[in-house]
Every structure is written in C-alpha cells, then in structure tokens.
C-alpha cells in the first residue's frame, strides 16, 4: 500500500524559511518521479517543483530560486526547503509520488506565511 506522509509545515512570518519532509512507504522510491504541489484557498492546486529518479529538478517560476527539492534514497524521503517565503505561498502543500501507473498522493500539510 502506497502511504505519503507530509511533515514540516506552519505559521512563518515572511522571509522566513520551512522545511518540508515527504515520507514514502510502499513504493520503491528511488525509481520514482517525486514532487511537491500546493493549493491555495479558493485555486487550484497547482506544481512548485519536481525531481526525477536521476536528480534532474524543475520548478514553478513562483519559486525558483528560493526553493529546493531534494531526495533521500536511502531514507524514501523528498525534502523542500523553502526559503525567503511569501504571503502568496501560503497553501496546502501535498507530496506526489510518479512512477507508471502509479500515481499517489499524501493528505498534505499547509503552511501559513502572516505579512
């Protein structure tokens, strides 16, 4: 059974920094794609960054260069260390794990960036 479990997330002030965890069971990570995705109040949810079996990320326009995704193999965990946060990156941030045809995602954590 796939299980995605989200951590890291809460109330920063803006400009400050959150670490956001992803822990995977019951897939063999290190062959998936893994990325983050997030849903403000009222839009849709939408991509922040990616990262492939190989290292190769990509990320939102929104965030490049304040966030960065990485990957643990050896402890089936996708990290996003998000910094110099913004009111408008407020939002639910979920974990999805790719690998054809799975397709599984976590129950998401929200971070709340106050002006």
């Known amino acids: 059974q796939v299980q995605l479990v989200e951590s890291g997330g809460g109330l920063v002030q803006a400009g400050g920094s959150l670490r956001l965890s992803c822990a995977a069971s019951?897939?063999?990570?290190?062959?998936?794609?893994m990325g983050w995705y997030r849903q403000a109040p009222g839009k849709q949810r939408e991509l922040v960054a990616t990262?492939?079996?190989?290292?190769?990320?990509n990320y939102a326009v929104s965030v490049k260069g304040r966030f960065t995704i990485s990957r643990d193999n050896a402890k089936n965990t996708v990290y996003l260390e998000m910094n110099s946060l913004k009111p408008e990156d407020t939002g639910a941030y979920y974990c999805?794990?790719?690998?054809?045809?799975?397709?599984?995602w976590g129950k998401g954590t929200l971070v709340t960036v106050s002006s």
């Open positions: 999805n794990a790719k690998r054809w045809p799975m397709d599984a």
């Open positions: 019951g897939i063999i990570f290190s062959i998936s794609a």
């Open positions: 990262i492939t079996s190989g290292g190769s990320t």
